[in-house]
């Protein structure tokens, strides 16, 4: 009941005149809630979002603002980057295919199309690989958490992090460990890796090691190959004493340096029959449809009995939480990857867009060694990260001057996808100054 008089309960008899419906409900309890415990607390605001809004409100209000927050690759007019062949196969799925379902764990020729383009390097392993369809690289992340550890058991990944793996191991009931990711600009700190798989061995039994490779998010490090043979001797060797699972995140695969993903594959399959290799595919930057939301985890696993077992768990897991998805998405993503002609239209556009990330990097590196910045090997990639002993009083201060990043933990990232080259200076200059 809203406002006015209460009213009283009718019908009852002998009803208390001037008792209430509200006066014969039970008191709800100062801390009572309808979220659950586990629940309570969650913020449901996404700081990049937040700031991201901010900088676009002063931008509307007529301010020179530059605005690196975001994580989607900007053309220099400041739209949306999308590549012309991907955005006309999406547009030439038929009504049939956007209304009708998709099986549980995918359509078969995707799933199959994904697969050969995880192993393009190597498609001798592609037999022992299977793949289920899933919302993005995020949702094939969360089944690889959900799927590989336990509840309460942590997932273990780089100290430097995409946030959400931290909100996908919370929403599952599972936890982060963090291993120190640089021993220099140059290199993984391989002896944390090596003790940080220790500690989850000795606790909980088993491994599930997330790296993000190449252009890491937020650091825009791309491992090199000596960083990959360390991983390799270290998985191998603690993968004799407990189940280890290594998943390679790669969204953003199609804009690191040449080769880098024909070595981080060569080096993963090394781990076939020893760990379990997982590969979270996103199609949201490759082919830049971000909301397309189409994705897939593969797994390589040689044992014929568990590579069916694993295919059956991830299916079960798609049921249980998105059922099935998008199959247009899917139509089209398989279009670009398997009809020749459209596979080499979009590859020579993103060449184009990796040409214009280029420049940006170039410009970025040249500009912020001579500023004197710390920042890991950049050597393409939508981000950068600049370490800051105080990343929040930092970016505060540039916002004040109008540049608007992200501070982490220990760094400031810029999102060099989303500033023309022109601007940079701009940037690195503002971030020195508000370093110092
Ligand atoms: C590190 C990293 N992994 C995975 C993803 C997955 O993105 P999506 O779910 O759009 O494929 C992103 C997107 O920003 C990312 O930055």
Redesign the pocket.
Known sequence: MRGGHPAPIPGRRGAVPGRTYRDAMPKPKAMRHHLVDSRLGRSGDDPIFALNHEANARLAAGEDVLNATL?ALLDDDGRLAILPTAARAVSEVGPQDWAAYAPIGGLAPFLQAVIADVFVDIPELADQAIAVAS???????RHAIATFLEPGQALLTTDF??G?YQTLADENERRVRTFTMFASKDSLDLAALDAAMQTSIAEQGRVLLIL?DPC??PSGYSMSSADWDGVVEIVTRHASSAPVTVVL?N??AAYGPPDAMATAMRSLAALAGHALVLI?W????SFTH?GL???ALVALAPDADERAAIEAALTYACRGTWSNCNRGGMVAVTRLLTDPELRKAVDSEREELIRLLGDRVDVFNDVAGAAGLAYPRYAGG?FTTVFAEDAARSARRMRDEGVYVVPIRGALRLGICALRAADIPRAVETMARALG
Not at 135 to 141: D, E, K, M, N
Not at 282 to 285: D, F, L, R, T, V
Request: aromatic fraction near 18%; charged fraction near 10%; proline fraction near 7%.
């Open positions: 994580g919302p993005g690289g995020s949702g094939a992340l992090f995409w959400p993000n890491h998010n995140d969204a953003y979270a996103s199609a949201s930057k971000y939301r189409v994705g939508f």
